[in-house]
């Protein structure tokens, strides 16, 4: 239940009306003012999401807590601002930002571009500043009125003050007898709501003739803090050094005491309004009272504060650095955690301490799908100095891997090369380079790039070949010759990965290799060993708890046994490199069903993440998925167009058997209009697939063109594509036009669809509708454009594409 709203009703309706106007208001009042609850009412009856934005120092911050807040997420590589956009768009949602800082974080312009690229979305501020946007209008809330020394002794400004001497347990006050005094504190306190209830509180506990005439908050603070015990006082300076609201076991060791007194001592803060609950039952201060608290702070405090953290983080984190569950206790705490890492490995007495602590957190963190703040937390850690040597290049790793799942597959080399700095030093160098080439080799393979995998994983193996990371590049090598169509050598590899004997060490190793085993009896069309082979995997894998390999080798099964029902999984909290293939078999699955027009959505949604994470073969699975499903749409235009973008991602990548499924597409489309190269481009397919001894399935069995008895000969070099190959296809679809040349002209098909639609008004979800698309996909599409044509907003293509170019 809110508390009342005394003396605002002008500023309620005021509020009310703006937001029925404009699409963004921002709230703006000195501290203590009252903003907050003004907001809190007008809002009560609308779908809100909240921001507590009074920490966040950085327009990512901000972007990062409203997605958080609309339970949005980032693509690896997606624009945090981007992403925004979609999450608000068409969405009866008022986004609050409660508390924002807009000099400090610069937040302004990005919301005035997220507003202009939406259609409704809504934005609520409170701040002390406004930002000056051609969208923002502007509610300002001041004190409440203070009676005048001749007035009546009435008005919201006296009734608060009186409620609050009430709840706080002060006697009754008599107006008549003591007016004076009221008229004295209420004056002083200048009629900010803040105010009034400090003065209150201090009141009720040493009477009206004793309280202070306060003339500032930082006035009241003080007051108070003279007022209260030692260890009340103690509490309130430490939680002042705080950024964040803090649970009690971390308040508990911040004061040093047992959990029962902290709760006690945090109590008697609560009901002086000196501090707040949160609804997570975390203690939280105001940024005004939080500002004069730090004030009040001696370096014994904050020393103490940097202390208890510590300690408590080294109490609650595994005690090994690879456990760690999705519900660990602490990660309730996560802020807390962050700056017990943060602040140890700033200060080399505690560095090493604080390396272990951001090296054992990480396994719940990837766990739980908390990416983005690992890597935040390690990348901060590796930013304050060199830590121990064999636990800095495990840690730098590790952010190399959360940087390659949140900014895409790349973004993480340059972790791993400090990774190899931090082996120099280490007791072993070589097992630590060795480790590094692996993480290396799994990156490129799954960016596509096969040759560099291969060299990764073989460097790794030579750096340390009787050590524990052997294993795990010979199972990257497996994979590597499996796309490539090396099927003995495939085999092989896999072979080698497996152990001699059963063994519960790295059994993923084991269930991955055989994974692959069941990949290559599918493509060379063994369907019945391919099955059996994913179908022990699966149940082993559940006997064992390998989750993540286990969910792999099912999404194969699902699209070879019709009759095998798959587990219950929660997408969203699947990594991306999982969670990919898990979509697209859902595209499958859909596809199968008859539902091209979501299947094709799905796919387009795969295609997107895929390209932005830079997850190749992925990437090109979802394209072969989309192009099917477009063509069941009778889309042959945009059929094209992704089938091609396919052969030509297949060709630089080096998948020779998926660029044949892609050739067999092209010739469904081909013969679907009439061309006569279809069974030239059925032939090109069959070519691949014969040396590596691979049969059709999947999507290419729905094209059953009969090949020519030979290929193009300047399609093909030896038994794979010709460096040359995509335009030479393309030219097969191309179709001479007599129309002027424009700049439109540099755009692709599916990206002329999007600016066309642009020209006539539509946002990017209604685009994304028209042409079974997913709004990412959409978002990508203008930025291509945008790069094209040397433009930056909507209104430049809209012209462009009225006037022709």
């Not at 301490?353 to 990837?366: E, K, M, P, Q, T």
Request: glycine share 8%; hydrophobic share 45%; proline share 5%.
């Amino acid at each position: 239940m809110l508390s009342p709203c005394l003396g605002r009703d002008d500023v309620r309706r005021a509020l009310g009306e703006a937001l029925l106007e404009s699409r963004w208001v921002t709230v703006v009042g000195p501290p203590g003012s009252g903003k907050t609850l003004v907001v809190r009412h007008v809002a009560a009856d609308s779908t809100t999401s909240w921001v507590d934005a009074r920490a966040l120092r950085s327009i990512d911050e901000v972007l990062v807590a409203a997605l958080a807040s609309l339970d949005a997420e980032t693509a690896p590589g997606d624009s945090l601002a981007g992403a925004l956009g979609r999450a608000v768009d068409g969405r009866e949602c008022l986004l609050v930002l409660d508390g924002l800082d807009l000099d400090a974080t610069g937040a302004g312009p990005v919301l005035q571009s997220v507003l202009e690229s939406t259609s409704d979305a809504r934005v609520v501020i409170t701040a002390r500043t406004t930002a000056d946007e051609p969208y923002e209008s502007v509610i300002r809330v001041g004190p409440l009125p203070v009676p005048h020394q001749r007035g009546p002794l009435e008005g919201p400004a006296v009734e608060l003050f009186l409620r609050r001497i009430r709840s706080a347990g002060g006697q009754q006050v008599d107006l008549a007898a003591q007016a004076h005094e009221v008229r004295r504190l209420l004056t002083a306190t200048g009629g900010l709501p803040l105010l009034i209830e400090q003065v209150a509180v201090q009141s009720a506990l040493v009477g009206l003739s004793n309280a202070m005439s306060t003339v500032s908050l930082d006035q009241a603070v003080d007051s108070a803090h003279a007022l209260l015990d030692d260890a009340s006082a103690t509490a309130l300076r430490r939680v002042g050094v705080l950024d964040f609201p803090v649970g009690l076991e971390v308040l508990a060791r911040v004061l040093d005491l047992p959990v029962p007194e902290a709760a006690e001592l945090a109590g008697g803060l609560v009901r002086r309004s000196l501090l707040e609950v949160d609804q997570g039952g975390r203690f939280d201060m105001l940024s005004p009272i939080r500002g004069r608290a730090r004030a009040l702070a001696g370096t014994d405090d904050v020393a103490a504060v940097e202390a208890g953290l510590l300690v408590w983080a080294q109490d609650h984190v595994p005690e090994h650095d690879n456990y760690g569950a999705a519900d660990a206790a602490w990660l309730g705490d996560l802020p807390a955690m962050r700056h017990a890492v943060l602040t140890a490995c700033a200060r080399p007495e505690t560095r090493a301490d604080g390396y272990s602590v951001a090296n054992r957190i990480f396994s719940s963190l990837y766990t739980s799908m908390r990416t983005r703040e690992a890597l935040e937390i390690l990348e901060g850690a590796l930013a304050s100095g060199d830590g121990p040597s064999a636990i800095g290049a495990q840690v730098a790793r590790r952010a190399g891997i959360a940087a390659s799942e949140v900014r895409g597959t790349y973004e993480g080399l340059w972790l791993l090369d400090r990774a190899d700095q931090h082996s120099s030093a280490a007791p072993r160098p070589e097992e630590q380079l060795a480790k590094t080439a692996s993480i290396r080799a799994e990156m490129h393979l799954d960016a596509g790039e096969m040759v560099s995998a291969e060299a990764e994983a073989r460097r790794a193996i030579s750096l340390d070949p009787e050590g524990s990371i052997s294993r795990q590049a010979t199972r990257t090598l497996a994979d590597v010759y499996a796309s490539q169509g090396r099927f003995a050598e495939a085999t092989q590899a896999a072979s080698d990965a497996m152990p001699a004997r059963t063994s519960r060490d790295e059994r993923w190793i084991d269930l991955s290799a055989r994974t692959i085993l069941a990949r290559i009896a599918l493509e060379q069309g063994r369907i019945a060993e391919a099955v059996a082979g994913a179908r022990a995997v699966v149940l082993e894998s559940r006997e064992l708890a390998e989750d993540r390999v286990g969910l792999l080798a099912e999404t194969l099964l699902r699209g070879i046994d019709p009759s095998w029902q798959p587990s219950e999984v929660v997408r969203e909290t699947l990594p991306w490199a999982v969670r990919l293939p898990v979509l697209a078999q859902d595209g499958r699955d859909l596809l199968v069903r008859g539902d091209a027009r979501q299947a094709a959505g799905l796919a387009a949604d795969v295609v997107a993440l895929a390209d932005s994470a830079r997850l190749g073969r992925d990437g090109v699975d979802a394209r072969l998925l989309l192009g099917r499903a477009l063509v069941a749409l009778g889309d042959l235009d945009q059929a094209t167009t992704t089938y091609l973008t396919a052969l030509e991602s297949c060709r630089s990548m080096g998948l020779p058997l998926r660029a044949a499924d892609v050739l067999d597409g092209l010739a469904g489309v081909a013969r679907a209009r009439d061309l006569p190269e279809a069974r030239a481009l059925a032939a090109a397919a069959f070519a691949l697939r014969t040396p590596r001894m691979a049969v059709r399935w999947g999507y290419s069995a729905d094209y059953d063109v009969v090949p020519a008895s030979r290929a193009p000969s300047e399609w093909l070099a030896g038994d794979d594509l010709a460096a040359d190959v995509t335009p030479l296809v393309t030219a097969v679809f191309n179709r001479p036009t007599s129309a002027p040349p424009s700049a439109l002209d540099a755009l692709t098909p599916a990206e002329r669809q999007v600016a066309d639609r642009v020209a006539h008004g539509l946002t990017s979800r209604q685009i994304a509708e028209e042409l079974f698309v997913s709004p990412r996909t959409v978002d990508a599409h203008l930025t291509h454009i945008y790069r094209k044509l040397d433009i930056n907003t909507r209104a430049r293509l809209a012209a462009l594409v009225v006037h022709g170019g």
